[in-house]
Protein backbone atom coordinates (compact mmCIF):
# COMPACT_ATOMS: atom_id res chain seq x y z
CA UNK A 1 0.00 0.00 0.00
CA UNK A 2 1.09 3.34 -1.09
CA UNK A 3 2.34 5.47 2.08
CA UNK A 4 -0.39 8.10 1.11
CA UNK A 5 -3.24 5.99 1.20
CA UNK A 6 -2.31 4.44 5.10
CA UNK A 7 -1.47 7.85 6.26
CA UNK A 8 -4.56 10.24 4.91
CA UNK A 9 -7.02 7.19 4.90
CA UNK A 10 -9.14 9.16 6.94
CA UNK A 11 -9.87 11.92 9.12
CA UNK A 12 -10.21 15.44 8.06
CA UNK A 13 -8.59 17.70 5.15
CA UNK A 14 -8.97 21.67 4.68
CA UNK A 15 -7.18 23.24 1.65
CA UNK A 16 -7.44 26.30 0.97
CA UNK A 17 -8.15 27.90 -2.75
CA UNK A 18 -9.64 24.13 -3.49
CA UNK A 19 -12.05 25.47 -6.13
CA UNK A 20 -9.40 25.67 -8.95
CA UNK A 21 -5.89 23.59 -10.06
CA UNK A 22 -3.55 22.45 -7.14
CA UNK A 23 -6.21 22.85 -4.71
CA UNK A 24 -8.91 21.07 -6.48
CA UNK A 25 -6.50 18.47 -7.24
CA UNK A 26 -5.46 17.69 -3.32
CA UNK A 27 -9.15 17.66 -2.67
CA UNK A 28 -9.69 15.27 -5.28
CA UNK A 29 -7.01 13.16 -3.79
CA UNK A 30 -7.66 13.57 -0.39
CA UNK A 31 -10.98 12.44 -1.15
CA UNK A 32 -10.18 9.55 -3.12
CA UNK A 33 -7.87 8.26 -0.31
CA UNK A 34 -10.93 8.43 1.99
CA UNK A 35 -10.39 11.66 4.02
CA UNK A 36 -13.21 14.12 4.71
CA UNK A 37 -12.61 17.62 3.09
CA UNK A 38 -13.29 20.69 3.78
CA UNK A 39 -13.06 22.81 0.16
CA UNK A 40 -12.72 26.28 0.89
CA UNK A 41 -11.92 28.72 -2.09
CA UNK A 42 -12.90 32.54 -2.29
CA UNK A 43 -15.31 31.18 -5.20
CA UNK A 44 -18.24 29.37 -3.48
CA UNK A 45 -19.34 27.79 -6.96
CA UNK A 46 -16.08 26.54 -7.37
CA UNK A 47 -15.58 25.00 -3.99
CA UNK A 48 -18.92 23.56 -4.98
CA UNK A 49 -17.96 21.79 -8.13
CA UNK A 50 -14.92 20.41 -6.59
CA UNK A 51 -16.87 19.05 -3.93
CA UNK A 52 -19.77 17.79 -6.27
CA UNK A 53 -16.73 15.56 -8.19
CA UNK A 54 -15.29 14.25 -4.34
CA UNK A 55 -19.00 12.79 -3.34
CA UNK A 56 -19.33 11.97 -7.27
CA UNK A 57 -17.05 9.93 -6.82
CA UNK A 58 -18.05 7.95 -3.50
CA UNK A 59 -15.92 10.51 -1.37
CA UNK A 60 -16.82 13.44 1.61
CA UNK A 61 -16.26 16.41 1.32
CA UNK A 62 -18.02 19.72 2.34
CA UNK A 63 -17.35 23.44 0.56
CA UNK A 64 -17.06 26.72 2.66
CA UNK A 65 -16.09 30.30 1.06
CA UNK A 66 -13.62 31.84 2.72
CA UNK A 67 -11.15 34.31 1.92
CA UNK A 68 -7.60 33.74 3.65
CA UNK A 69 -6.72 37.25 3.68
CA UNK A 70 -9.10 37.97 5.77
CA UNK A 71 -7.87 36.17 9.39
CA UNK A 72 -11.34 36.89 10.68
CA UNK A 73 -12.53 34.17 8.03
CA UNK A 74 -9.55 31.94 8.68
CA UNK A 75 -10.54 32.00 12.64
CA UNK A 76 -14.00 31.53 11.68
CA UNK A 77 -13.05 28.41 9.44
CA UNK A 78 -10.81 26.87 12.60
CA UNK A 79 -13.83 26.83 14.43
CA UNK A 80 -16.15 26.14 12.22
CA UNK A 81 -14.10 22.92 11.63
CA UNK A 82 -13.05 21.88 14.84
CA UNK A 83 -16.44 22.01 16.28
CA UNK A 84 -18.05 20.07 13.67
CA UNK A 85 -15.55 17.32 13.19
CA UNK A 86 -12.93 17.98 16.55
CA UNK A 87 -10.22 17.64 14.00
CA UNK A 88 -7.80 18.45 11.39
CA UNK A 89 -5.30 15.67 9.64
CA UNK A 90 -4.24 17.20 6.92
CA UNK A 91 -4.11 21.23 6.30
CA UNK A 92 -3.00 22.90 2.97
CA UNK A 93 -2.48 26.93 2.40
CA UNK A 94 -3.00 26.61 -1.03
CA UNK A 95 -4.74 29.67 -2.22
CA UNK A 96 -2.39 31.89 -4.03
CA UNK A 97 -2.73 34.50 -6.96
CA UNK A 98 0.31 35.29 -9.76
CA UNK A 99 0.88 38.87 -10.30
CA UNK A 100 2.46 39.94 -13.67
CA UNK A 101 3.88 43.75 -14.31
CA UNK A 102 6.59 46.08 -13.64
CA UNK A 103 7.24 46.26 -10.16
CA UNK A 104 6.75 50.29 -10.27
CA UNK A 105 3.39 50.09 -12.18
CA UNK A 106 1.85 47.28 -10.51
CA UNK A 107 -0.75 49.14 -8.63
CA UNK A 108 -1.28 49.02 -4.75
CA UNK A 109 -4.34 47.15 -4.64
CA UNK A 110 -2.61 43.97 -6.70
CA UNK A 111 0.23 44.57 -4.44
CA UNK A 112 -1.59 44.31 -1.38
CA UNK A 113 -4.37 41.49 -2.80
CA UNK A 114 -0.77 39.82 -3.59
CA UNK A 115 1.01 40.33 -0.05
CA UNK A 116 -2.44 39.16 1.70
CA UNK A 117 -3.52 35.90 -0.16
CA UNK A 118 -0.08 34.74 -0.86
CA UNK A 119 1.94 35.02 2.57
CA UNK A 120 -0.71 36.30 5.17
CA UNK A 121 -3.55 33.46 4.07
CA UNK A 122 -0.70 30.92 4.94
CA UNK A 123 -0.02 32.67 8.34
CA UNK A 124 -3.57 32.96 8.62
CA UNK A 125 -4.07 29.11 7.93
CA UNK A 126 -1.30 28.78 10.99
CA UNK A 127 -2.44 30.99 13.20
CA UNK A 128 -5.91 29.86 13.04
CA UNK A 129 -5.69 26.11 12.94
CA UNK A 130 -2.26 24.92 15.04
CA UNK A 131 -3.44 26.07 18.48
CA UNK A 132 -6.35 24.04 17.60
CA UNK A 133 -4.69 21.01 16.15
CA UNK A 134 -2.36 21.49 19.03
CA UNK A 135 -5.20 20.89 21.51
CA UNK A 136 -6.38 17.75 19.87
CA UNK A 137 -3.16 16.05 20.66
CA UNK A 138 -3.36 14.24 17.21
CA UNK A 139 -0.99 13.71 14.40
CA UNK A 140 -0.84 16.68 11.26
CA UNK A 141 0.86 17.12 8.28
CA UNK A 142 0.68 20.81 7.67
CA UNK A 143 1.95 21.84 3.47
CA UNK A 144 2.37 25.02 2.36
CA UNK A 145 2.47 26.05 -0.85
CA UNK A 146 5.57 27.62 -2.20
CA UNK A 147 7.20 27.52 -5.53
CA UNK A 148 10.65 26.83 -7.59
CA UNK A 149 10.39 30.35 -8.18
CA UNK A 150 10.68 30.83 -4.23
CA UNK A 151 14.65 29.93 -4.62
CA UNK A 152 15.12 32.59 -8.49
CA UNK A 153 14.19 36.08 -9.48
CA UNK A 154 11.73 36.65 -12.35
CA UNK A 155 11.33 40.25 -13.52
CA UNK A 156 7.75 41.07 -14.08
CA UNK A 157 6.48 38.62 -11.59
CA UNK A 158 7.75 40.69 -8.47
CA UNK A 159 5.60 40.49 -6.73
CA UNK A 160 4.80 36.81 -6.60
CA UNK A 161 8.40 35.93 -6.13
CA UNK A 162 8.35 38.34 -3.03
CA UNK A 163 5.52 36.17 -1.48
CA UNK A 164 7.30 32.86 -2.56
CA UNK A 165 10.11 33.57 -1.06
CA UNK A 166 8.60 34.69 2.27
CA UNK A 167 6.31 31.59 2.15
CA UNK A 168 9.63 29.02 1.73
CA UNK A 169 11.22 31.43 4.84
CA UNK A 170 7.86 30.93 6.77
CA UNK A 171 7.65 27.08 6.46
CA UNK A 172 11.02 26.37 7.28
CA UNK A 173 10.94 28.56 10.33
CA UNK A 174 7.74 26.57 11.14
CA UNK A 175 9.25 23.32 10.74
CA UNK A 176 11.67 23.74 13.31
CA UNK A 177 9.11 25.56 15.94
CA UNK A 178 7.59 22.26 15.75
CA UNK A 179 11.04 20.35 16.02
CA UNK A 180 11.93 22.43 18.97
CA UNK A 181 8.54 21.93 20.90
CA UNK A 182 8.32 18.08 19.81
CA UNK A 183 5.16 18.24 18.49
CA UNK A 184 3.68 15.94 16.16
CA UNK A 185 2.76 18.20 13.09
CA UNK A 186 4.77 17.84 9.71
CA UNK A 187 5.25 20.70 7.63
CA UNK A 188 6.04 20.31 4.49
CA UNK A 189 7.04 23.00 1.87
CA UNK A 190 5.35 22.10 -1.43
CA UNK A 191 7.43 23.20 -4.58
CA UNK A 192 5.19 23.17 -7.92
CA UNK A 193 7.52 23.66 -11.19
CA UNK A 194 4.81 24.20 -13.91
CA UNK A 195 1.59 23.00 -13.58
CA UNK A 196 -1.32 22.86 -16.01
CA UNK A 197 -3.85 25.46 -13.83
CA UNK A 198 -5.76 28.64 -13.91
CA UNK A 199 -3.33 30.62 -12.39
CA UNK A 200 -2.20 32.78 -15.44
CA UNK A 201 -5.66 32.87 -17.38
CA UNK A 202 -6.45 35.90 -18.68
CA UNK A 203 -9.43 36.75 -15.76
CA UNK A 204 -6.87 35.93 -13.04
CA UNK A 205 -4.66 39.29 -14.33
CA UNK A 206 -7.75 41.32 -13.47
CA UNK A 207 -6.12 44.78 -11.71
CA UNK A 208 -2.42 44.09 -13.19
CA UNK A 209 -0.99 47.05 -15.64
CA UNK A 210 -2.37 46.92 -19.35
CA UNK A 211 1.67 46.07 -20.51
CA UNK A 212 1.56 42.58 -18.21
CA UNK A 213 -1.01 41.19 -20.60
CA UNK A 214 1.71 39.81 -22.79
CA UNK A 215 3.73 38.25 -20.45
CA UNK A 216 0.48 36.73 -18.62
CA UNK A 217 -0.75 35.19 -22.08
CA UNK A 218 3.02 33.72 -22.78
CA UNK A 219 2.67 32.25 -19.20
CA UNK A 220 -0.45 30.56 -19.84
CA UNK A 221 0.75 28.83 -22.94
CA UNK A 222 3.65 27.85 -22.23
CA UNK A 223 2.15 26.06 -18.99
CA UNK A 224 -1.38 24.72 -21.34
CA UNK A 225 1.41 23.15 -23.21
CA UNK A 226 3.89 22.25 -21.00
CA UNK A 227 2.69 22.22 -17.69
CA UNK A 228 2.16 18.76 -15.41
CA UNK A 229 -1.06 17.19 -15.16
CA UNK A 230 -2.84 18.13 -12.08
CA UNK A 231 -3.91 14.73 -10.77
CA UNK A 232 -0.24 13.51 -11.17
CA UNK A 233 1.03 16.08 -9.35
CA UNK A 234 -1.14 15.86 -6.28
CA UNK A 235 -0.61 12.49 -6.21
CA UNK A 236 3.14 13.04 -6.19
CA UNK A 237 2.68 16.07 -3.35
CA UNK A 238 0.57 13.75 -1.13
CA UNK A 239 2.55 10.72 -1.03
CA UNK A 240 5.54 12.84 -0.32
CA UNK A 241 3.87 14.35 2.39
CA UNK A 242 2.95 11.11 3.87
CA UNK A 243 6.42 10.23 3.66
CA UNK A 244 6.95 13.28 6.18
CA UNK A 245 9.45 14.96 3.65
CA UNK A 246 9.82 18.78 4.40
CA UNK A 247 10.41 19.07 0.51
CA UNK A 248 7.69 18.54 -1.62
CA UNK A 249 8.45 18.46 -5.65
CA UNK A 250 6.58 17.75 -8.84
CA UNK A 251 9.58 18.40 -10.93
CA UNK A 252 12.75 17.60 -8.86
CA UNK A 253 15.12 18.00 -11.37
CA UNK A 254 13.61 21.68 -12.04
CA UNK A 255 13.86 22.46 -8.33
CA UNK A 256 17.25 21.20 -8.14
CA UNK A 257 18.78 23.20 -11.31
CA UNK A 258 17.21 26.17 -9.66
CA UNK A 259 18.25 25.72 -6.15
CA UNK A 260 21.50 24.87 -7.75
CA UNK A 261 21.58 28.40 -9.05
CA UNK A 262 20.60 30.02 -6.39
CA UNK A 263 23.28 28.45 -4.16
CA UNK A 264 25.65 29.87 -6.96
CA UNK A 265 24.48 33.40 -6.61
CA UNK A 266 24.36 33.28 -3.24
CA UNK A 267 27.93 31.81 -2.69
CA UNK A 268 29.85 33.92 -5.15
CA UNK A 269 27.75 37.19 -4.32
CA UNK A 270 27.35 37.67 -8.38
CA UNK A 271 24.76 40.00 -9.86
CA UNK A 272 20.98 38.71 -10.35
CA UNK A 273 21.54 36.28 -13.51
CA UNK A 274 18.30 37.02 -15.76
CA UNK A 275 16.37 33.80 -16.39
CA UNK A 276 16.62 33.09 -20.12
CA UNK A 277 12.66 32.79 -20.19
CA UNK A 278 12.45 36.58 -18.70
CA UNK A 279 13.56 37.93 -21.82
CA UNK A 280 11.96 35.56 -24.36
CA UNK A 281 8.54 37.48 -22.21
CA UNK A 282 9.33 40.56 -20.91
CA UNK A 283 7.24 42.87 -19.43
CA UNK A 284 6.72 45.99 -22.15
N1 LIG B 1 0.45 26.09 -11.27
C1 LIG B 1 1.75 26.07 -11.03
O1 LIG B 1 2.55 25.64 -11.86
C2 LIG B 1 2.27 26.59 -9.71
C3 LIG B 1 3.66 26.69 -9.59
C4 LIG B 1 4.18 27.12 -8.37
C5 LIG B 1 3.33 27.43 -7.33
N2 LIG B 1 1.98 27.33 -7.48
C6 LIG B 1 1.12 27.68 -6.34
O2 LIG B 1 0.03 26.78 -6.21
C7 LIG B 1 -1.06 27.43 -5.56
C8 LIG B 1 -2.33 27.14 -6.33
O3 LIG B 1 -2.25 27.76 -7.60
P1 LIG B 1 -2.90 27.14 -8.93
O4 LIG B 1 -1.83 27.15 -9.94
O5 LIG B 1 -3.65 25.92 -8.63
O6 LIG B 1 -3.88 28.36 -9.32
P2 LIG B 1 -5.44 28.45 -9.67
O7 LIG B 1 -5.63 29.85 -10.09
O8 LIG B 1 -5.84 27.38 -10.63
O9 LIG B 1 -6.16 28.18 -8.28
C9 LIG B 1 -6.06 29.09 -7.20
C10 LIG B 1 -7.34 29.06 -6.39
O10 LIG B 1 -7.18 29.96 -5.27
C11 LIG B 1 -8.40 30.68 -5.12
N3 LIG B 1 -8.16 31.93 -4.43
C12 LIG B 1 -7.65 33.10 -4.93
N4 LIG B 1 -7.69 34.07 -4.01
C13 LIG B 1 -8.22 33.51 -2.89
C14 LIG B 1 -8.52 34.00 -1.60
N5 LIG B 1 -8.30 35.28 -1.28
N6 LIG B 1 -9.03 33.15 -0.69
C15 LIG B 1 -9.30 31.87 -1.03
N7 LIG B 1 -9.07 31.36 -2.23
C16 LIG B 1 -8.53 32.16 -3.16
C17 LIG B 1 -8.91 30.89 -6.52
O11 LIG B 1 -10.31 31.19 -6.53
C18 LIG B 1 -8.57 29.54 -7.17
O12 LIG B 1 -9.64 28.63 -7.01
C19 LIG B 1 -0.68 28.91 -5.49
O13 LIG B 1 -0.22 29.21 -4.18
C20 LIG B 1 0.44 29.03 -6.49
O14 LIG B 1 1.30 30.09 -6.20
C21 LIG B 1 1.43 26.94 -8.67
Not at 9 to 28: E, N
Not at 174 to 191: A, F, N, R
Not at 216 to 234: K, L, N, T, V
Not at 272 to 284: G, K, N, Y
Amino acid sequence: MARDAAVFKDGVAVITGAGSGIGAGLARRAGALGMTVIVTDVNAASAAQTVAAITAAGGKAEAERVDVSIPEEMDRLAELVFARHGEVRLLINNAGIETVGNTWEVPTARWEATLNINIHGVIHGVRAFVPRIIASGKEAWIGNLSSVGAFGQMPGQTAYTVTKHAVQAFSECLYLEMELKSLPIHVSSIVPGMMRTNIFNAEAGAGEPASASGHRRAMFEMMREHGMDIDEGCRLFLEQMADGQFWVHSHPDMSEEIIAGRIRFLQDQIPPIMPDLARQIAVD
